[in-house]
């Protein structure tokens, strides 16, 4: 069984691969936390868990999702972390979350996606993320050849600087950039809803027709980068910088 969460599109892109090539299932993290749905899966076997890396980590709201839900006969766990540049050591903390969770762990692939933290960098445009795609691809096919053949993703070599990121930089971020108090919509909205449809927090409810965001947010980026009309900004940090996501590619 392949499960991903994305916020937009990579991690989507990728576990489609995955489960394409594998013939396996494919089941969407967003639409579980989404309806609140923890009812048990049937993995019976293997499991590959694929998403975003949010500072340094798989994102908490996954972590959390996947400690309350029961993952029957899962065994072999590989997990896939999409990320703009690193995922530092993400895999000491999946390795834990196997533990905990009776999973054989079998290792954390970094593959390297299009940026689309517009909140606080930069993300790419169209032309840059394709070439940026194209470079993921031969590392997609090798971490679809370890799963299909059983074997572990190799160790990553790890620096000082990946485990503070990890360890000592990921608490701090949480409370201090994972927000949703600067969101806000122009007169250019139209009232679609694709931003409410598409929160996987239902953090955003439109009232006359316009968005309004609550407090759980993950800062996924599908509001602002979803948007047809770009009416959505975040304070000052993403004015005029490009919007995001995989399937405008
Ligand atoms: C809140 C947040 C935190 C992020 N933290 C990291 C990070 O620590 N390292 C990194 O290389 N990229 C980071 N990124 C970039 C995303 O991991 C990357 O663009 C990913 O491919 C997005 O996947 P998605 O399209 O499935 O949501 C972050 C993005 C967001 C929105
Ligand atoms: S997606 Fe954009 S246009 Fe549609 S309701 Fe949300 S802010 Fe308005
Ligand atoms: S409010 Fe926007 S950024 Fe926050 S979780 Fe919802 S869709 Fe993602």
Redesign the pocket.
């Known amino acids: 069984m392949v499960l ?11 576990a489609e691969r995955i489960a394409h090539a594998l013939n396996d299932t494919l089941i969407s993290l967003n639409d579980r936390i989404k309806s609140g749905d923890i009812t048990p899966l049937a993995v019976n076997g293997r499991l590959v868990l ?8 798989i ?1 908490r709201i996954v972590r959390d999702h996947l400690l309350r839900t029961e993952l029957r006969g899962a065994r072999e766990t590989w997990f896939v ?8 050591n993400a895999a000491k903390y999946n390795r834990a979350l196997c533990r905990k969770k009776g999973l054989v762990y079998m290792g954390t692939a970094q ?11 930069n ?1 790419p445009t169209v032309e840059e993320a394709r070439r940026i795609v194209a470079k993921a691809e031969p590392f997609i096919d090798r971490a679809i050849a370890a799963i299909r053949a059983g074997h572990m993703f190799s160790p990553p070599h790890k620096k000082l600087y990946d485990r503070i ?1 990890s360890s000592a930089v ?1 608490p701090v ?1 949480y409370p201090l ?2 927000k949703a108090n600067s969101f806000t919509a122009s007169d250019v909205c139209i009232g679609c809803g694709k931003c409410e449809k598409l929160c996987p927090l239902n953090n955003i409810t439109l009232q006359n027709a316009r968005p309004v965001w609550g407090t759980n947010c ?5 509001c602002i980068c979803y948007c047809p009309t770009r009416a959505i900004e975040y304070g000052k940090k993403s004015a005029g910088k490009p919007r ?3 399937e405008e590619l």
């Open positions: 991903y969460f994305t916020g937009t599109g990579n991690s989507r892109h990728i694929v998403m975003p890396t949010y500072a340094w980590r994102p972390m999409d990320c703009g540049s690193e995922i530092g593959i390297v996606m299009p940026e689309n933290f517009i909140a606080m960098f993300a990121a990921n971020f950039f994972v993950t800062q996924c980026m599908a995001y996501h995989f």
